[in-house]
């Protein structure tokens, strides 16, 4: 099956885990995937594997939303898709959340969201 042939999807976070499986299953379907991650190595070992894209990329940084999706027009013509599993689990912040970090957190993965996802490339 070949259900999403020569759809473009950025996987923001997908490098490894979940985000890799994603990368892909994508290009299993027949997807052209740009892999965006702050671990670049892990990031372009996931696209030399599936004939992707790789960037590294942090999703807190609007810089660095723009750039993915720009790396996806340029590459690949467009943008269909965007899947994101991108988050801050390093050992920094896992364990020491607060009540206030609890808070914010819904509000930054949100805004990362929000971020990598509503801009439009420039042409």
């Given at each position: 099956m070949q259900g999403l042939n020569?759809?473009?999807i950025v996987v923001a976070g997908g490098?490894?885990?979940i985000g890799a499986a994603t990368s892909k299953r994508l290009a299993e379907e027949g997807a052209k995937v740009v892999v965006g991650d702050i671990n670049v190595e892990a990031a372009k070992a996931t696209a030399d594997a599936i004939d992707?894209?790789?960037l590294r990329f942090d999703i807190t940084s609007e810089a660095?939303?723009?750039a993915l999706v720009e790396l996806a027009v340029t590459?690949?013509?467009g943008l269909d898709g965007v899947f994101t599993v991108a988050a801050d689990t390093s050992k920094?912040?896992?364990g020491r959340d607060s009540e206030s970090d609890l808070?914010?957190?819904p509000s930054?993965?949100?805004s990362g969201r929000w971020t990598s996802t509503s801009r439009e490339p420039s042409s």
């Open positions: 020569d759809k473009v490098a490894t885990g992707g894209r790789h660095d939303c723009k590459e690949f013509g920094e912040t896992l808070l914010t957190v930054m993965s949100g």
